[in-house]
């Protein structure tokens, strides 16, 4: 609630107390109830308000348009308004002109016109369905320029992202020459088709990342899934480190995992 006096003499109104309970407040009531008690001032031709306000109240009575320099003649409200120590007098100037009950609607109404407006000169408001990066579970790399909505903007892709696909095609064919490489390797046979599990029954249960070098190949001829060196490398060491884990040491399996990961 607010509490007020007002000095219609002097033309201003003093509020003595304003206080909205914890549980309601950030809730628009505060400015609710100032914008009513602006409204009944300005029906009896007031046009000042005058508070004191600690630390904390600051804040909130500049949001209702306080302001801590006060324009209303001294002697019009010194020795009226009791002076609190610690506290710091605020005035609102009350136009005579706005229909304070009515705020919320103007705004309402600004905040739709501001929208059009904004939707006439960008595509901000336009919803795309969603990207899918991942295609019979191969994850694949889009390139910027295929992203909708991208084009519309009238972005042009940089220099030096030319050179970045350049890169990247060197790449892909460094990784397909190592894998050409490892699928040729006389200790690769353990690892060129996926696990049969009709026989390694217990291998998922065992081996939680499976991958063999179909799989790569599959992956790399995306050209969407190593999008760097680290990727590539690491499925080859996941598939030796799968088979040590699943065989045992004394076993060609094991035997094979070592010599792939050394060459």
């Known amino acids: 609630g607010i509490t007020f ?37 300005q029906q009896e031709r007031i046009y000042h308000f005058l508070t004191y306000a600690d630390n904390f109240a600051i804040g909130y009575f500049e949001k209702q348009g306080f302001k801590k320099t006060v324009i209303l003649p001294r002697e019009k409200w010194a020795g009226y308004i009791k002076d609190y120590d610690g506290g710091t007098v605020m005035e609102c100037v009350i136009s005579e002109k706005v229909s304070y009950l009515e705020i919320p609607e103007m705004v309402r109404k600004q905040r739709e016109a501001i929208y059009k407006r904004i939707q006439q000169v960008s595509r901000s ?119 040590r884990l699943y065989n045992r040491e004394d076993t060609p399996y094991y035997k094979c995992a070592n010599s792939i990961e050394k060459y």
């Open 125 to 243: 408001h336009v919803i795309y369905p969603g990207i899918q990066f991942v295609v019979n579970g191969i994850r694949r790399r889009i390139p910027i320029e295929q992203l909708q909505g991208i084009k519309e903007t009238g972005w042009q892709p940089p220099e030096s992202l030319e050179k970045s696909r350049i890169e990247s095609e060197k790449e892909f064919l460094q990784f397909k020459d190592t894998l050409d490489k490892v699928k040729k390797h006389p200790d690769s046979w353990p690892f060129r088709e996926p696990v049969d599990l009709k026989t390694a029954i217990n291998y998922t249960q065992i081996v939680k990342d499976p991958i063999d070098l179909t799989k790569i190949q599959k992956r790399l001829e995306s050209k969407d899934f190593y999008v760097t060196k680290h990727i590539f490398v690491a499925d080859l060491r996941r598939m030796c480190e799968n088979c």
């Open 5 to 41: 006096r007002p000095f219609p003499t002097q033309g201003f109104v003093e509020i003595a107390f304003c206080a909205i309970t914890a549980t309601e407040q950030v809730k628009g009531y505060g400015t609710h109830l100032m914008n009513h008690l602006k409204h009944a001032v």
